[in-house]
């Protein structure tokens, strides 16, 4: 063999020994999915069915899409409107979304080519035998550069990061369910504190009316000044309750304002005119626990992001295997001296390859913490379904206690009023002292306080059920706010 050959197959070898154990470090390289399994079967029914299934919420599937429309309230959905526009939760999560979206742009480049222009000018004076030379150069070319994606682990990245970005959009739906149960939830609060102000009025301006009484009597000698005494009491407790409902209502229209997007402000009107609870509506129907999480965005972002953490694992996986890039340069040249020109067109082709040996364990260990990334994620996922669960027993269960605690507490509404009225009338007639009155009509208030905030535990007991049941209507929320971004980049563009 001549030397020259001979020198051309020592410099081959090492590619020709590449070549032959590609396809088994391919083998090595590519990563399998991990199995993805709920923690316990899903359950064929809940323990709490639910028991009241309107016919538009079953022709609607379930929940009904916008469940507080229900409550047939326009400034309750007006406010819902201005809150899905303006509340900063929701521009906080957009912004993230963004920046996702970015990273995914910036990792699915990284598969494809790029083309770049270079170009250097220069000028220079060198001595020789014969004297300076001096010299014009310059090089105008283009650069192109593709890494092979032999492992996967280009893919993978921009895999895990479109994973991300998907569970980014399933986050911002849990906000919008979020702010809807906390915006109905707080208004129908105001509504009641207002109620409780109202009827803590009408309490004390009756206890007023009955110390009036009380006095006049005094003065007659029919009754004695411990009469007197317990019905002014019984004025100063009213009137010592009456802030404790200002400060809720005041709290209830804060947390509304925030939510809006605005300043908290007191007496701002944002619960309406309202000052009657209304009627709550209809529970929504539970359905079928296997239909449960399709309509949980927090459990899809959860098993999206369990998705990436695997997709990362492929990615670390690959970083432990050569990457070969494949490097272009086509152009002109130009170096023109004293002593004569050299001009022309030049091109190169260049195979980099880079093939890790010793790194101290540092991929292997990469490796290893994005498999414990995955398990981490995996218990986190299995926990989200867990809480999902209970989340919708819990609100089942509310809803039907809640029901028979009213029932119970207007029965006692009209006991203690019926009792409060005979024991007053006892009292004018002069039948018994002041104290059986007095106790009387301090059940009858705590009785009638307590219907109040059952019914409005009632209501917010729905909202909690129509959350923790999810549903789609957040996607079309979505989908609006991206339309709209994508109108105006458009619009941007031209």
């Not at 944002?270 to 129907?285: E, H, R, V």
Request: aromatic share 8%; hydrophobic share 45%.
């Amino acid at each position: 063999m001549k030397l020259k050959d001979r020198n051309k197959v020592t410099v081959l070898s090492p590619f020709f020994y590449v070549l032959f154990l590609l396809p088994a470090l391919v083998g090595c390289a590519m990563h399998q999915p991990q199995p993805i399994d709920l923690p316990v079967p899903v359950p064929e029914s809940f323990t709490e069915p639910s028991k009241m299934v309107s016919k538009q919420a079953v022709e609607h599937k379930i929940p009904i899409a916008r469940w507080w429309k229900s409550f047939n309230d326009p400034k309750l959905n007006a406010l819902m409107k201005e809150a899905f526009s303006k509340n900063l939760d929701l521009a906080q999560a957009y912004a993230r979304l963004d920046q996702l979206e970015a990273v995914y742009r910036t990792t699915r480049s990284a598969q494809l080519p790029s083309l770049g222009i270079e170009g250097q000018w220069s000028k220079e004076n060198t001595p020789s035998f014969f004297g300076n030379n001096t010299g014009n150069s310059h090089i105008f070319s283009l650069a192109a550069g593709y890494e092979l994606d032999l492992w996967q682990k280009l893919k993978s990245r921009t895999q895990a990061a479109n994973l991300e970005m998907a569970a980014s959009q399933e986050e911002i739906m849990v906000i919008y369910l979020t702010i809807s149960a906390q915006l109905a939830d707080n208004y129908y609060l105001a509504v009641e504190q207002r109620a409780q102000l109202e009827l803590i009025d009408k309490t004390i301006d009756s206890f007023a009316d009955t110390l009036a009484r009380v006095e006049q009597r005094y003065r007659e000698g029919l009754v004695s000044a411990l009469d007197v005494y317990q019905a002014e009491q019984n004025l100063a407790i009213a009137k010592s309750q009456r802030p404790a409902f200002e400060l809720s209502l005041a709290q209830a229209e804060h947390a509304l304002a925030i939510l809006l997007g605005h300043y908290p402000k007191h007496n701002s009107n944002m619960a309406g005119d309202l000052l009657k609870l209304p009627k709550a509506p209809a529970a929504f129907p539970a359905g079928l626990p296997s239909e449960l999480l399709a309509r949980r965005p927090d459990v899809e972002a959860a098993l999206f992001r369990l998705k990436a953490s695997d997709a990362r694992i492929a990615v670390a996986i690959a970083e432990r295997f050569p990457s070969f890039n494949l490097l272009g340069n086509y152009g002109t040249m130009s170096i023109v001296f004293s002593t004569g020109d050299i001009k022309g067109l030049f091109w190169k082709v260049l195979v980099d390859t880079a093939f890790p040996i010793l790194d101290g364990g540092k991929r292997k260990a990469e490796v290893a913490r994005t498999k414990a990334v995955f398990r981490e994620n995996l218990a986190f996922y299995h926990k989200t379904v867990l809480d999902a669960f209970k989340e919708v027993e819990d609100a089942l269960v509310s809803n039907r206690t809640t029901e028979e605690r009213i029932a119970s507490l207007q029965k006692r509404v009209e006991a203690t009023g019926a009792a409060f009225h005979q024991t007053f009338q006892q009292y004018l007639q002069g039948l018994t002292d002041y104290l059986p009155v007095l106790a009387a009509k301090t059940v009858h208030l705590d009785a009638q306080r307590g219907v109040l905030a059952a019914r409005r535990q009632l209501i917010s007991d729905r909202i909690s059920l129509a959350r923790a049941l999810g549903g789609d209507w957040m996607k079309q929320e979505l989908k609006n706010v991206m339309q709209e971004k994508q109108k105006k980049k458009k619009g941007r563009k031209s």
